[in-house]
């Protein structure tokens, strides 16, 4: 194994002094007297990339990374060289580069506080085995720094001490250790002194990072092959360090249909038909809502990808046809290992167009799979992707299928030591063809990116929804993720709690566990539990290996189901606030659920905080994660939050018990918050919503709150035709007001809110509503006020008696 920073640095090789500069346009290149070069691209004022090649000049610049919608442009840029450094100077940041050693020291440009300084800087090995270099980085690293992000780890969410390794494994029934899983995030942000900066280390060979690990003062991170190739993002704000990342990498093209965000039920395998029918049945029956159903492997014929088992599922269109009218969406699976068999189509054609990943020598890549011996289409040759994307047209098109899992997109091959391809195999790596230790990292990226074309195409005019098992950096804007084979312990409940936030601290907040666990059979007790978690996790969906039982719902005891549905129900209900806050994720970029580090890196307490994590803007939820619990200890961040269950206000800032008996959970409301919600439905679209319920809680002070619409499908929100309704909420201590302002051209289904308000400290005398009174005869109190109005006030005054 390399180790980056090894005291002794044996074959390593440095940077000598700068002997050239060179400006163009936002690009600025210095160059060494052996052959090194920096390129410092400044992106925006607080994002700087650096780029560099030990050999005079650089390869073609190409990242599957990168957006082309990212946001580009500065307001300053200046350049200074002083007599032992270059100074480069935004509005935001100032850069050093040393001349002597090429090294780097950046600055906040405001307060000159040191952000972040090179140790041994950029240094090397050549790598006599595959070419090329390994590109070497090393920082210096404070007492008291923290570290987030780097995606799927199933560890602590301060990463500090520790060191990871990024290429994309399938890891059947991994642990909390485990490392690499499934997939390649090689991003994170730094947080030193109140301030927060991110590193993405856009390099997709096999990548390790290092946080003060091996040596306390050190952070590193380096890579087998390719480019020393970074980006540096600035905050101070770790949220705005994260939405820049995303900015950068690419938010997701387009909100999720809404029935996504409902409760998905899976398993590996429901089939036949008979079985599907019975498991979406027993959901109505009980009523539980469910807006989607799985069809794992067995839905094929062999696992052949795009065919069906005719004696399972005679009629496809049929079935999923009825399955829709009953609100289920069908999801299929869709693997990436052609069965070799010259009888089948795709395999045929594949082979015919010459699709098919090969070694170096020409043999075609073989590799076993759930088919039995397989070939592998090259994802990263835009012409296969294309390919790949029409054949997806049966499957949406005709038979109807609204969703497609991939899977296996590692690449996953079983009987094989190190369980994906061999170095060798050759990719096109769209025009810059390159061995699979570089392709590696991005081939379940490039499929899930062809399956969400074909899906894009054939949904039309509705949207496509794709769920991923493995990724690289940006795979978020194609995309949703789950966080693949976990194990039914209270263990892996801890890390599906910690996996879902950093991987929302990654760019990636569309994901979700397998509720319950893959492997093993849950406890009543640890299902309910993960549920309750899974109302707060974007993706939410219940799946199993099917081997130790089943894990649906009602399969554990009639108290089970009772909750299960109490907790569906909650979720179903705060769609429309959820589908807000995913809204924000798509235009912004912010993340959706906000770990306690994210929502106030000031307090120090929260930085090695694992548990409690913020849902949108203004919901703290902490799940409980221990058998026989009556409740917890878990800490409130600052502020003032009202207990959801009981409507007790708490003052944050410390650790206290909350209670919460399996049939309740710790969720709090941020104090002034207008949380919007449904009213119960079995799936999303079941009811014509004529009615958001706005549950508003009372705060001295103001807070703004937001409600997004739109027609919840479909691509006409990118056209206008939304609804944004902004409430800003100004409490005093006799009255209450609610400004509302109005954007966007949809005209939304629901015509009127009904007003709840929490904790509201005085009795109410009058109602004025856009300054005329409105009756108090309607008005209920049952602890809390409820009363009616029209959506589109523009102001509501509650005044006192
Ligand atoms: C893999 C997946 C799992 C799926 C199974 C069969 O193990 O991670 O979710 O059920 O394959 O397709």
Not at 505 to 511: R, T, V, Y
Not at 535 to 544: D, I, L, N, T, Y
Not at 616 to 639: D, F, H, S, T
Request: proline content about 4%; some cysteine.
């Amino acid at each position: 194994m390399i180790v980056n920073t090894e005291l002794e640095n044996k074959g390593n090789l440095f940077p000598s002094k700068i002997i050239d500069f060179k400006k163009d346009v936002d690009t600025l290149y210095f160059s060494t007297d052996n052959d090194v070069i920096l390129q410092l691209t400044v992106v925006r004022d607080s994002l700087l990339r650096f780029r560099y090649t030990t050999v005079g000049n650089f390869d073609n610049d190409f990242s599957y990374a990168i957006t082309q919608y990212a946001s580009i442009g500065y307001n300053k840029l200046e350049i200074e060289e002083k007599k032992d450094c270059y100074e480069v100077l935004t509005s935001k940041l100032r850069c050093e580069i040393s001349k002597e050693d090429m090294r780097v020291s950046i600055y906040d440009a405001k307060d000159g506080t040191l952000i972040n300084q090179d140790e041994g800087g950029f240094h090397w090995e050549e790598s006599y085995e595959h070419g090329g270099n390994i590109v070497k980085m090393s920082k210096l690293s404070n007492d008291g720094e923290s570290y987030y992000g780097l995606g799927d780890k199933p560890n602590h969410l301060n990463l500090k001490g520790k060191r990871f390794s990024n290429w994309a494994t399938d890891s059947y029934a991994y642990g909390k250790d485990s490392d690499p899983i499934y997939k390649a995030i090689p991003f994170y942000t730094g947080l030193h002194h109140g301030k927060a900066y991110g590193i993405f280390f856009d390099n997709t060979f096999k990548s390790s990072f290092d946080f003060a690990h091996e040596r306390r003062n050190v952070t590193s991170f380096w890579a087998q092959g390719g480019e020393m190739n970074y980006y540096f993002f600035y905050g101070p704000k770790m949220n705005d360090v994260v939405e820049s990342y995303t900015d950068l990498t690419g938010k997701p093209h387009h909100l999720p249909p809404m029935w996504a965000l409902g409760f998905h039920q899976c398993k590996w395998s429901y089939y036949p038909e008979s079985k599907v029918k019975e498991i979406t049945a027993t959901f109505r029956k009980l009523k539980i809502p469910c807006d989607a159903i799985y069809l794992d492997i067995d839905y094929m014929e062999g696992f052949r990808c795009f065919t069906w088992n005719k004696e399972y599922f005679p009629d496809p269109k049929r079935m999923v046809k009825e399955l829709l009218a009953d609100g289920f969406k069908t999801v299929a699976i869709i693997d990436p290992g052609i069965k070799i068999d010259k009888d089948y189509a795709v395999f045929k054609e594949g082979l015919e167009k010459d699709y098919f990943c090969k070694r170096a020598d020409g043999a075609y890549m073989k590799g076993k799979v759930w088919p039995g011996e397989c070939y592998f289409p090259d994802f990263t040759n835009p012409e296969v992707r294309d390919w790949w994307s029409g054949l997806f047209q049966e499957l949406i098109e005709d038979i109807g299928v609204k969703g497609v899992w991939n899977d296996m997109n590692e690449p996953a091959v079983m009987e094989v030591p190190n369980k994906t391809f061999p170095d060798d195999v050759r990719h096109d790596y769209d025009g810059n063809p390159c061995s699979h230790r570089k392709a590696h990292n991005v081939y379940g990226m490039q499929m899930a990116r062809a399956t969400y074309q074909g899906l894009k195409k054939y949904s039309y005019p509705k949207r496509p929804f794709v769920i991923t098992r493995s990724a690289y950096s940006g795979t978020q804007r194609y995309t949703s993720t789950w966080t693949g084979d976990n194990v039914a312990t209270w263990e892996h409940l801890w890390i599906a709690n910690i996996q879902a936030q950093r991987m929302a601290m990654s760019g990636f907040s569309f994901a979700g566990s397998d509720i319950g666990g893959f492997a093993e059979q849950p406890q009543g007790e640890l299902f309910t539990r993960w549920v309750q978690l899974g109302v707060f996790h974007p993706f939410f969906r219940v799946h199993s290996s099917g081997d130790h039982g089943d894990q649906e719902p009602w399969a554990f005891d009639e108290d089970v189901t009772d909750i299960v549905r109490k907790f569906i129900e909650i979720r179903y209900q705060l769609l429309p606030y959820l589908y807000t806050a995913f809204w924000n994720y798509v235009d912004h970029g912010t993340p959706l659920l906000k770990s306690l580090v994210l929502y106030d890196q000031d307090d120090v307490h929260t930085h090695y905080r694992t548990d409690e994590f913020v849902f949108g803007e203004q919901i703290l939820a902490c799940p409980v994660l221990e058998p026989n619990a009556k409740g917890r200890r878990m800490y409130v961040p600052k502020g003032n939050w009202y207990n959801f269950w009981t409507d007790e206000i708490v003052k944050g800032g410390k650790e206290m018990w909350v209670d919460a008996d399996i049939d309740s959970m710790p969720i709090f409301v941020k104090e002034g918050a207008i949380i919007p919600k449904y009213p119960i439905q079995q799936y999303v679209g079941e009811k014509e919503i004529k009615e958001i319920t706005l549950d508003v809680y009372y705060k001295k002070g103001k807070e703004k709150s937001e409600l997004f619409s739109d027609a919840n499908d479909g691509f006409d929100y990118t056209k206008g035709r939304f609804s944004l309704r902004t409430f800003n909420l100004t409490g005093r201590s006799n009255k209450l007001i609610i400004n509302q302002h109005k954007e966007g051209k949809f005209i939304t289904t629901y015509v009127t809110f009904k007003i709840q308000i929490h904790g509201l400290p005085f009795e109410i005398g009058e109602i004025q509503l856009d300054n005329e009174t409105i009756s108090l005869k309607h008005l209920k109190t049952n602890g809390t006020y409820s009363f009616i109005v029209d959506k589109n006030f523009s102001q509501l005054n509650i005044i006192g008696k």
